[in-house]
């Protein structure tokens, strides 16, 4: 009873492991409009900038543009590697429900019983060893 108990914690445990895993795969997504967001607006002050430096050409524009370059440098360095540990997560948690699921085939080949059908029809069924031993060594023979 106890295993049984004992498994039944270990599939709980596995299934808080994947909720796990899916929440915070999805706080992280959850993210990415704010950072897409982010990145419009440096992109459009970046634009303005640039604008402003076919104007007028000034040390301080040339720095500030520097400066909103970088800073989309770091929004996009954010974006990529929330996606990656995003895909990283989505193929763990591929990869634990495929083994679930292939534990769960395992489990039912193995529950399987032979069914009263298929037995051995062959053999005589005798309430003796000695007379079962001798019926099938006189057949061998």
């Known amino acids: 009873m106890a295993a049984r108990n004992r498994n039944r914690q270990s599939m709980a445990s596995d299934i808080n492991e994947e909720n796990a895993l899916w929440t915070s795969t999805m706080q992280e997504l959850r993210r990415l409009p704010e950072l897409y967001s982010s990145a419009g607006k440096i992109a459009q002050e970046a634009n303005d900038i640039q604008h402003s430096l076919d104007l007028i050409m000034d040390l301080n524009t040339v720095r500030k543009l520097e400066d909103v370059y970088l800073e989309g440098i770091d929004i996009a360095k954010t974006e990529q590697m929330i996606l990656n540990q995003a895909q990283e997560s989505l193929d763990i948690l591929i990869a634990l ?24 029809i062959d053999t005589p069924v005798t309430k003796h060893k000695k007379q079962r031993r001798h019926f099938l060594l006189k057949n061998i023979n």
Do not use: F, Y
């Open 97 to 120: 429900r495929q083994a679930t699921e292939m534990g769960t085939g395992a489990l039912e080949m193995k529950r399987k019983k032979r069914k009263a059908e298929e037995t051995v």
